[in-house]
């Protein structure tokens, strides 16, 4: 037996697409087969079917509705598919022969188009990472909005360099060389973020990818600022290729390219991200309770995937930030105009992803008059944006283009209610063509005739409940009941028999359903012809609407930095180049949004001749929670907002650094103490004296003696060799002496106070150290047994007294060291020289185990004071 037709079609189709679900379009589904269909059906909770195939077994089956596929798509990515999507190339009616198929476009993780199956407010990056020795190329594309960005890194030798440029954009799919992926050892950690990483790297000669790139741009590369950039190169022409290869349509929409250097924006990595909350909380993983959450009062999608980025790269240019206060400034002050701007916004859909849509050709009629509506309330933004003076809005305001011509095209062409399926009509407006006109015309009075003429049957014949109808299978039809059928006309012809009825035609029937079908069927080929010359016309303003998007998008992230500001009492701050960060009345912006308790707010002023505060307190007395406000201030000073407090003024920081409490276990089979050794080496590698550092309990993951050291340590290289704003919490009291030991180093603790065995937190930071932790009046804070408390509080005494009589016995044998110097001197040397004039080459093995044992004994003597 042999395959049917269509199955060996199928099969040649699947060969080039091993890798993928195919979605195989038979009529108005779409088809899977063998192990696709049996994994769709599990993974889509559809029924598994079987197929004829020509063998003598079925094929395993499973299909979905061809207009509910985007639904399916994305069901099947989220769980780490890819799928090819095989359409039919040409109309089954008027094909000869088998209908001709072929793959369209591919979806996975990081090109998947449909606006529907993502969060509005964020980005979907795919990220392309060229590799060759140390030195990176990386790209991060949004193919539903067309933003671009493209970095180059050298001489690199430090993996998590890397892994933090790349995670800052929280990519859901990497393609990389394979030089990247040797060397790696981030791919575990990227999966477990959910990111799909997969090998690619095109085969092209250099000339070949300079022109792809120049083709893509319509610009030459040095027009581009890529001639000199060799790893971006290769990074954007293995992404370009990758697109293609899934996309297979002209990437149009990708039509600018934000080429950005190591050092163009605050540096912030991901234990940073995470550890301060700036865009989700560590303990849901929502927007809600992180910075984000809180500074979020866009309206726009486009707005709030803006906002995001912003916080994510804070600005490094004093003009640049000055001028995006500036803008805040005005309309803080101007409740009106910003009133005004919101209810604007509020009316404004997705223009970056609806012009993408256009793109991709999967807009369909309702998009339009989405976008119409969108335009519709451009003249009145720009006319707000006339009133304002500083140098930002002012700049929007000349360059803001109200799109007026695409408007005028929509609104003569698109009907205002249209349909959504183009195969449905009801597209074009009245008066936008003749021809659509007269068809609409001839369709509409086609039903009048049928209604006219169902009107005359029933007179002729007497039968009062005679009919005409209409279905796809048989046009149209006049229905008589079974009781009537005596009284039916010899010059009705039967068309269908029905178990209570009998259905026929006419002559007359048959000519009125030709002109209506014709008449149809013809306004719905050129509504559908018309309709793709509309959004071929708007496709060749697609730059001018993505420029137009981005302004609105920075409009409403002004307008939501002055609407917080007003609701949470913000200040705007000052900034400048210098290297003192003073904070007055400071405050978490976050916690004081949820926090039931008045926040107490504190002040900082730190700077070269104060780099370095040791901050001592106890548990829950708010030692992070201030160290984190000041990281959190500083940043949303340079992103251009206002901040919490009641006067700030910020040197502009290069680098944000901070290790606070424990990390997850980043690195597969580290322990938690080896992750924060890591992450301070990071940190100690990484920042430079423009850089702020936040260290949370440095060391508190091994002895004690040995974290005290570390602590010791780290504290004292950051004094002499970075010399950055630094802020230390520490548990470990010894650490305040170094106050006295190294210039600059401030000591700061958490106010307490003491009411017999409890203790009040009073939030407030002062001058000087703590004395104590006050570790169990906590515990008792936190609810431990009585008993439990009380037993510790035994045990502490007895632990202090023991500390006492070991640091008496410590100091005797110091003292006793000193007149025994000489001997153990004497010793020490006849021992160094019995081991240099030992002849190990003619010793025996006995006699140098002997002599081995012999040293042992006397070391010990030595370590003891028997010698």
Request: proline residues 3%.
């Amino acid at each position: 037996m042999a395959l049917t037709p269509m199955m060996e079609q199928y099969l040649k189709i699947k060969e080039n697409y091993k890798d993928a679900i195919l979605f195989f379009r038979l009529g108005d589904f779409y088809e899977m087969f063998y192990e696709d269909a049996e994994i769709a059906a599990k993974e889509l909770e559809i029924a598994l079917t079987g197929k004829d195939c020509g063998l003598e077994e079925r094929a395993p089956m499973a299909g979905v509705p061809y207009h509910a596929a985007d639904f399916y798509i994305d069901k099947l990515i989220k769980k780490g598919y890819k799928v090819a999507i095989c359409e039919q190339l040409e109309d089954p009616a008027k094909a000869k022969g088998l209908v001709k198929r072929d793959v369209v476009r591919i979806y996975t993780p990081g090109t998947i188009i449909n606006p529907e199956s993502m969060d509005e407010k964020s980005n979907n990056y795919l990220i392309s990472v060229f590799k060759e020795k140390d030195n990176y190329g990386i790209c991060a594309v949004d193919v539903t909005t067309g933003d671009l960005y493209a970095t180059e890194i050298k001489n690199c030798k430090e993996p998590k360099r890397i892994y933090d440029e790349i995670m800052k954009y929280a990519p859901s799919e990497i393609i990389a060389n394979e030089e990247f992926f040797k060397s790696n050892k981030y791919i575990k950690v990227f999966k477990n973020n959910n990111c799909a990483v997969n090998r690619y790297e095109k085969q092209l000669k250099d000339e070949e990818k300079i022109e792809l790139i120049e083709f893509q741009f319509d610009k030459k590369s040095e027009e581009l600022g890529v001639k000199d950039k060799p790893y971006v190169i290769n990074s954007l022409a293995s992404l370009f290729c990758y697109l293609q290869d899934l996309q297979k349509t002209a990437l149009k929409h990708i039509n600018r390219l934000l080429l950005y250097e190591d050092n163009s924006y605050m540096a912030i990595d991901s234990n940073s991200i995470r550890n301060l909350e700036i865009v989700e909380s560590n303990r849901n993983k929502s927007k809600k309770g992180s910075l984000l959450g809180v500074l979020d009062k866009t309206v726009t999608p486009m707005g709030g995937r803006l906002l995001r980025k912003w916080l994510e790269e804070p600005l490094l240019n004093k003009d640049q930030i000055d001028a995006r206060l500036d803008a805040v400034e005005e309309l803080f002050k101007d409740y009106k105009s910003r009133k005004e701007l919101k209810q604007v916004l509020n009316k404004i859909y997705d223009l970056e992803r609806l012009a993408s849509k256009i793109v991709y050709q999967s807009i369909n009629p309702k998009d339009f008059i989405s976008i119409k509506l969108s335009l519709e309330n451009l003249p009145h933004m720009k006319e707000i944006l006339k009133r304002f003076n500083s140098k930002l809005l002012r700049k929007i305001h000349e360059k803001f283009d109200v799109l007026a011509d695409i408007y005028d095209l929509i609104d003569k062409s698109i009907k205002d209610d249209p349909s959504t399926q183009l195969k449905e009509g009801n597209i074009i407006k009245d008066g936008y063509n003749e021809t659509v006109d007269k068809l609409r015309k001839a369709s509409i009075e086609g039903k009048n005739w049928i209604a006219n003429l169902e009107a005359e049957e029933r007179e002729k014949t007497g039968i009062k409940n005679l009919r005409i109808g209409y279905n796809k299978v048989f046009g149209y039809y006049i229905e008589v009941t079974k009781s009537n059928i005596p009284q039916v006309p010899d010059r009705y012809m039967r068309k269908q028999t029905l178990a209570n009825a009998e259905r026929y035609v006419t002559p007359e029937l048959k000519e009125i359903e030709e002109n209506i079908l014709g008449a149809e069927e013809k306004l719905i080929e050129l509504e559908n012809q018309l309709f793709n010359e509309i959004r071929e016309k708007v496709e060749l303003q697609i730059i001018r609407i993505q420029n137009t998007a981005k302004y609105i998008a920075m409009i409403d992230v002004l307008v939501s930095f002055a609407e917080v500001a007003e609701t949470n009492r913000y200040v705007k701050p000052m900034v400048d180049y210098d290297d003192r960060i003073v904070i007055k009345e400071g405050r978490h912006p976050v916690i004081e949004t949820i926090s039931e308790e008045s926040f107490v707010a504190n002040d900082i002023d730190i700077g070269p001749d104060n780099p370095i505060m040791i901050i001592t307190g106890p548990n829950m007395a708010g030692k992070s929670t201030y160290m984190r406000q000041i990281a959190l201030i500083v940043l949303m000073a340079q992103v251009g907002s206002f901040v919490p407090a009641s006067y700030a003024k910020i040197g502009i920081v290069d680098k944000i650094f901070t290790r606070v409490g424990a990390s997850d276990d980043l690195f597969a089979g580290q322990s938690t103490f080896m992750v924060e050794m890591s992450e301070v080496a990071n940190i100690l590698k990484s920042a430079t004296s423009k850089s702020l550092i936040i260290l949370d309990e440095v060391g508190r993951g091994t002895s004690t003696y040995d974290g005290m050291s570390i602590a010791h340590a780290v504290i004292e290289y950051i004094h002499e060799n970075i010399k950055a704003k630094t802020l230390f919490a520490t548990h470990y009291h010894e650490l305040t002496k170094l106050e006295n030991k190294m210039k600059g180093v401030k000591n700061y603790n958490v106010s307490v106070e003491e009411r017999e065995d409890d203790i009040i937190f009073l939030r407030k930071i002062v001058p000087g150290g703590a004395d104590k932790s006050y570790g169990i009046q906590v515990s008792k804070l936190a609810g431990l047994p009585y008993s439990v408390v009380e037993r510790a509080k035994e045990i502490l005494n007895s632990l202090e007294n023991d500390k006492l009589s070991k640091n008496e016995f410590e100091k005797a044998a110091h003292e006793l060291a000193f007149t025994q110097i000489d001997i153990f001197s004497t010793a020490k040397d006849a021992l160094i020289e019995s081991i240099a004039n030992c002849d190990v080459d003619n010793m025996t093995p006995l006699k140098a185990l002997n002599y081995l044992y012999e040293l042992k004994e006397k070391a010990m003597s030595l370590r003891s004071g028997a010698l």
